[in-house]
């Protein structure tokens, strides 16, 4: 399974930006894909995932109801809107294929290279 993340950038608190993941290869749609991402100084975390074939979405509570998850099965792309961004949010974000839950928290067996945001106060 082959990954590529798009996007990020610098933008100001309350803005707005999206990441786009291409995926190839292998069985990409016999799970979850989503993203991940690690802040400075911090472990990485577990941020959203999508599944190929129903339209249930899971957040982490740290992004619920400011960001958005969404897939273009013909593209094969995984697309996360990211709205009302707070300086908290600044991480290098990971898309992650092949997530599961390994009981005390989210895992992938595949990744793509990261992608910077940067939220400025």
């Known amino acids: 399974v082959q990954l590529q993340a798009f996007g990020g950038g610098l933008v100001q608190a309350g803005g707005s930006l999206r990441l786009s993941c291409a995926a190839s290869?292998?069985?990409?749609?016999?799970?979850?894909i989503g993203w991940f991402r690690q802040a400075p100084g911090k472990e990485r975390e577990f941020v959203a995932f999508i599944t190929w074939y129903s339209d249930s979405p899971y957040y982490a509570d740290s992004v619920k109801g400011r960001f958005t998850i969404s897939r273009d099965n013909a593209k094969n792309t995984v697309n996360l809107h990211m709205n009302n961004l707070k300086p908290v949010d600044t991480a290098v974000y990971y898309c992650?294929?092949?997530?599961?839950?390994?009981?005390?928290?989210?895992?992938?067996?595949?990744w793509g290279q990261g992608t910077l945001v940067t939220v400025s106060s």
């Open positions: 992650a294929a092949h997530i599961f839950n390994s009981g005390s928290s989210y895992r992938a067996d595949y």
């Open positions: 290869g292998g069985t990409f749609r016999s799970y979850p």
